[in-house]
C-alpha cells in the first residue's frame, strides 16, 4: 500500500534543466531519510543525493554543484532539481526513503523508476 512515485523524466539537451518528483503515499508514520539513485546502462545503481529528516544534505561528487535535492515533510514529497545536464546524466532515477510505516518500524521503499535521457 506504502509507495513511492517518481515523475519528471524525459528527454533534456545538454546544459539543460530538468526537474523529478516523488511523492510518498498510504499509511506512513514518518519519513527519515530520502533519497535519488539512478542507474545508467550497464552500471549498478548508485547515489546521486541524499537528504536528511532534517534536511541535511549529501551529493555525489559528480552532481555537485548542478543538482539539488529538496524536501517538503508536510507533502511527503522530495524532489531533484538538475541543471547543467550532462549526457553522463542519462539514466533511470529511482527515489528512495526510509520510512516508519509502523510505530518503531522502518523500512527501505523504492520508486518505479523514472527515465532520463541526454543525448550527446
Known amino acids: 500500500q506504502v509507495q513511492l512515485v517518481e515523475s519528471g523524466g524525459g528527454l533534456v539537451q545538454p546544459g539543460g534543466s530538468l526537474r523529478l518528483s516523488c511523492a510518498a503515499s498510504?499509511?506512513?508514520?514518518?519519513?527519515?531519510?530520502v533519497a535519488w539513485y539512478r542507474q545508467a546502462p550497464g552500471k549498478s545503481r548508485g547515489l546521486v543525493a541524499s537528504?536528511?529528516?532534517?534536511?541535511?544534505?549529501n551529493y555525489a561528487d559528480s552532481v555537485k554543484g548542478r543538482f539539488t535535492i529538496s524536501r517538503d515533510n508536510s507533502k511527503n514529497t522530495v524532489s531533484l532539481e538538475m541543471t547543467k545536464m550532462k549526457p553522463e546524466d542519462t539514466a533511470v532515477y529511482y527515489c528512495?526513503?526510509?520510512?516508519?510505516?509502523?510505530?518503531?518500524?522502518?523500512?527501505?521503499?523504492w520508486g518505479q523508476g523514472t527515465q532520463v535521457t541526454v543525448p550527446s
Open positions: 528512495y526513503a526510509n520510512m516508519e510505516t509502523t510505530p518503531g518500524y522502518y523500512h527501505a521503499y
Open positions: 498510504g499509511k506512513i508514520v514518518s519519513i527519515d531519510i
Open positions: 537528504i536528511s529528516s532534517g534536511g541535511t544534505t
